[in-house]
């Protein structure tokens, strides 16, 4: 099969106005090639439940700031916070303007620009920063992992 593309593994991304959180969700991958550019994040790792590898390169839509970005390698996944260039909301993670089947919005994390951001965003972000950092310490970043799937909740019946 000669020229055998890897499979990118699922990313999940939220952002604000001066950042965006993505999260690479390969677990057991521990020690992942992780490259990033002013343009770009590039990672590849092996795990899952297969332990295979995976690899995918994010050509971003706007350029970020690579030295102010941090991330972290968790079990369950790896995480970034990437400080955008500019401080404005992005339309879309991605410079190609297309939907990508292992890229999804992290809803646990996303705000909309019009939803205010008080103080949650200041505490949250510290927090975040202060709990990831070296790259690769220990620590949980309030991803609620267990509860993945909090989509299946029951919805109150609509009157």
Not at 111 to 124: A, F, L, M, N, Q
Request: hydrophobic share 30%; aromatic share 10%.
């Amino acid at each position: 099969m000669g020229d055998e593309r890897l499979l990118p593994p699922p990313v999940f991304w939220a952002q604000r106005k001066s950042l965006l959180y993505v999260k690479v969700q390969l677990e057991d991958c521990r020690n992942p090639t992780i490259k990033v550019e002013k343009d770009k994040i590039y990672f590849k790792g092996k795990g899952g439940t297969e332990n295979k590898d995976h690899e995918v390169t994010l050509e971003l839509f706007k350029e970020i700031k690579p030295d102010e970005s941090k991330y972290a390698v968790r079990d369950r996944a790896t995480e970034f916070v990437l400080i955008k260039g500019e401080d404005e909301f992005w339309k879309r993670l991605l410079k190609e303007d297309k939907k990508f089947h292992w890229l999804k919005v992290d809803f646990n994390k996303w705000k909309d620009e019009d939803d205010s951001e008080d103080e949650v965003e200041g505490t949250d972000f510290e927090e975040m920063m202060r709990k990831m950092g070296g790259a690769n310490e220990g620590g949980d970043l309030n991803y609620d992992d267990d509860n993945a799937d909090s989509d299946d909740e029951e919805l109150p019946d609509l009157e």
